[in-house]
């Protein structure tokens, strides 16, 4: 069974880089997409990017210009990196897998983590 | 961007009612279209893709259809776990730019 899990610091200071680590367990990381999603506060579910196994990349325009996401196949994880963050970066980050990009579904999701950005 | 727009954003239904939830996209996406529920403080889950196949592993009292613009999610007779919120989701646009519904959020009449 494919488990994700999220990682990375609960609190971020505003102007700060927010940095997640997604680990895959239960399979390999190889031949499928990842993607981060992410949710404020009593909100809707926001699609932040996604990378493929190889290292290719897509990003939201909305977040194109903050976000990084890149994969280490040799530790199954992929990371976020979004730079220069204010409060409304607060929301819980989602990592979550697809087999391919158009017509795909997200099947496997980690559990989510929490993210604060204040001083 | 793709826009996806759900009705009605909440519904109050009692346990055996059945429920429809609508989405609809602000340009064709054929039949790229998903469906998940989300209960307090959990991830989503995926129940419908490809606008009507069911998930391995969801109850059958759970379907979709559409395709196009317009798509539905049907619950057949509400059971107590179903009371969560229902996000749609297209994975169409070229290039890839992801978007959700903003949300139905069913609760118990």
């Known amino acids: 069974q494919v488990q994700l899990q999220e990682s990375g610091p609960g609190l971020v200071k505003p102007s700060e880089t927010l940095s997640l680590t997604c680990t895959v367990s239960?399979?390999?990381?190889?031949?499928?997409?990842w993607s981060w999603i992410r949710q404020p506060p009593g909100k809707g579910l926001e699609w932040i990017g996604f990378?493929?196994?190889?290292?290719?990349?897509n990003y939201n325009p909305s977040l194109k210009s903050r976000v990084t996401i890149s994969v280490d196949t040799s530790k199954n994880q992929f990371s976020l990196k979004l730079s220069s963050v204010t409060a409304a970066d607060t929301a819980v980050y989602y990592c979550?897998?697809?087999?391919?990009?158009?017509?795909?579904?997200?099947?496997?999701w980690g559990q989510g983590t929490l993210v604060t950005v204040s001083s | 961007d793709i826009q996806m727009t759900q009705s009605p954003s909440s519904l109050s239904a009692s346990v055996g009612d059945r429920v429809t939830i609508t989405c609809r996209a602000s340009?064709?996406?054929?039949?790229?279209l998903n469906w998940y529920q989300q209960k307090p403080g959990k991830a989503p889950k995926l129940l419908i893709y490809?606008?009507?196949s069911l998930q391995s592993g969801v109850p059958s009292r759970f379907s979709g259809s559409g395709s196009g613009t317009d798509f539905t999610l049907t619950i057949g007779s509400l059971q107590p776990e179903d009371f969560a919120t229902y996000y749609c989701?297209?994975?169409?646009?070229?290039?890839?730019?992801?978007?959700f519904g903003q949300g139905t959020k069913l609760e118990i009449k």
């Open positions: 490809s606008a009507s």
């Open positions: 239960g399979g390999s990381i190889s031949s499928y997409y």
């Open positions: 979550a897998r697809h087999d391919y990009i158009w017509g795909s579904y997200m099947d496997y």
């Open positions: 989701h297209q994975s169409y646009s070229t290039p890839p730019v992801y978007t």
């Open positions: 340009q064709s996406i054929s039949n790229y």
């Open positions: 990378i493929y196994y190889d290292g290719s990349t």
